[in-house]
C-alpha cells in the first residue's frame, strides 16, 4: 500500500501517532528523545576499512567490509555493508534502488560497527 491510499484510512498508527503528538506534549517528548543522532556509530565506522574481514557478533557470519557510511533509507547514524561468504544475507548491496556496493544477492547485508 503506497502512502497515499494510507493516508485516507482513519484508524492507523500513523493517525494515532499524530494525535498523541498534538494532545500530549509528555508522548512528544518521548518520541523526540528516542531520535537516533545523526552521526550514531561514527566514531566505531571510523576505525573500519574496506575490504577488512569481519565476523558479525549474531549468528557467527564472516565477509568482508564493502561499505562504510550513512545510508539514509535504514535510519540515521552509520552502517557498515558486508560481503558475506555464504547467502545468508538480505541485499545485494542494494539499497532503495541505490547501489552502495556489488555482490550477489542474498550475500550482502548492512549493519551498525558495534555488530561486526
Known amino acids: 500500500m503506497n502512502d497515499k491510499t494510507y493516508d485516507k484510512l482513519e484508524d492507523t498508527a ?3 501517532k499524530e494525535r498523541q503528538m498534538a494532545n500530549n506534549p509528555a508522548f512528544a517528548e518521548a518520541m523526540n ?3 537516533i543522532p545523526e552521526d550514531f556509530c561514527k566514531e566505531e565506522a571510523e576505525k573500519m576499512e574496506k575490504e577488512n574481514r569481519c565476523e558479525l557478533t ?3 557470519r564472516r565477509g568482508k567490509v564493502a561499505y562504510i557510511g550513512k545510508v539514509h533509507p535504514l535510519g540515521a547514524g552509520y552502517w557498515i555493508g ?3 561468504d555464504e547467502p545468508s544475507g538480505d ?3 542494494t ?3 541505490r547501489k552502495l556496493f556489488e555482490c ?3 550475500f550482502g547485508i548492512f549493519t551498525r560497527p558495534t555488530e561486526l
Open 14 to 16: 500513523r493517525k494515532f
Open 33 to 35: 528523545a528516542n531520535k
Open 58 to 60: 549474531m549468528g557467527n
Open 82 to 84: 558486508v560481503i558475506l
Open 91 to 93: 541485499s545485494n548491496g
Open 95 to 97: 539499497v532503495k534502488g
Open 104 to 106: 550477489p544477492n542474498k
